[in-house]
């Protein structure tokens, strides 16, 4: 039986890295973007139910994520609607995935938005992945076509840094990438006992 780590941070925070560490350790990464990301992609699982709800939404047999946006700003029962679609399925697609390394002892859910969905109920520790608020904001803006608007338009949608810190089990800072894989393999070690058979 696995110990299931979530792992979040808001943006700009470091996950991206962070996960990336945690592959390099052995340790399983189920991933909530691109599991989203598949079910959009042509043929994918949510391609036939949206565009039963709105045939506008699905081009060439994936989701036009464009069409997505037009339709939630023009329709505001819209994103319940599509949330019902989506949610199941990215719930199966972490079930089957945390199913899958049942023989692992550690399995890391990445969440971008895991307290902001009520994520913490499926996760039996939580790690927030958290940065200065300048070098935050440095990072994002530094990201192509990123603009000081849209970063605090991502960010009023995020629970705060400093309220995800207080209800976080584990906190990694990432302020350097040598500090950062140091903190997940003793992160690792910890929750593991130092069994990693990954």
Same mark, same amino acid.
């Not at 039986?1 to 700009?12: H, N, P, R, W």
């Not at 709105?54 to 037009?70: C, F, K, Q, T």
């Not at 199913?99 to 109920?121: I, M, S, Y």
């Given at each position: 039986?696995?110990?299931?780590?979530?792992?979040?941070?808001?943006?700009?925070?470091?996950?991206?890295?962070? /996960?990336?560490?945690?592959?390099?350790?052995?340790?399983?990464?189920?991933?909530?973007?691109?599991?989203?990301?598949? $079910?959009?992609?042509?043929?994918?699982?949510?391609?036939?139910?949206?565009?039963?709800?709105?045939?506008?939404?699905?081009?060439?047999? !994936?989701?036009?994520?464009?069409?997505?946006?037009?339709?939630?700003?023009?329709?505001?029962?819209?994103?319940?609607?599509?949330?019902?679609?989506?949610?199941?399925?990215?719930?199966?697609?972490?079930?089957?995935?945390?199913?899958? #390394?049942?023989?692992?002892?550690?399995?890391?859910?990445?969440?971008?938005?895991?307290?902001?969905?009520?994520?913490?109920?499926?996760?039996?520790?939580?790690?927030?992945? *958290?940065?200065? !608020?300048?070098?935050?904001?440095?990072?994002?803006?530094?990201?192509?076509?990123?603009?000081?608007? #849209?970063?605090?338009?991502? $960010? *009023?949608?995020?629970?705060?840094?400093?309220?995800?810190?207080?209800?976080?089990?584990?906190?990694?800072?990432? $302020?350097?990438?040598?500090? /950062?894989?140091?903190?997940?393999?003793?992160?690792?070690?910890?929750?593991?006992?130092?069994?990693?058979?990954?």
């Amino acid at each position: 039986m696995s110990l299931i780590l979530g792992l979040t941070g808001s943006i700009g925070m470091g996950k991206s890295t962070t /996960t990336g560490f945690f592959r390099e350790a052995g340790v399983p990464v189920w991933d909530a973007d691109a599991a989203v990301h598949a $079910l959009y992609a042509k043929g994918g699982p949510a391609a036939a139910p949206i565009g039963a709800l709105h045939p506008a939404a699905v081009r060439d047999g !994936a989701i036009d994520r464009a069409a997505l946006r037009d339709w939630i700003a023009a329709d505001a029962s819209a994103l319940k609607r599509i949330e019902g679609v989506v949610h199941p399925l990215v719930g199966q697609s972490r079930a089957d995935f945390i199913a899958a #390394h049942a023989d692992k002892p550690l399995v890391v859910v990445d969440v971008p938005l895991l307290f902001e969905t009520g994520g913490e109920r499926y996760v039996d520790r939580i790690l927030v992945v *958290s940065a200065p !608020a300048d070098v935050q904001r440095a990072r994002v803006l530094a990201r192509p076509g990123m603009t000081e608007a #849209h970063f605090q338009t991502i $960010l *009023s949608k995020q629970m705060p840094d400093a309220e995800k810190r207080a209800r976080a089990d584990h906190i990694i800072e990432t $302020l350097t990438l040598d500090q /950062t894989r140091a903190a997940v393999q003793g992160l690792i070690a910890e929750l593991t006992g130092g069994r990693n058979d990954a």
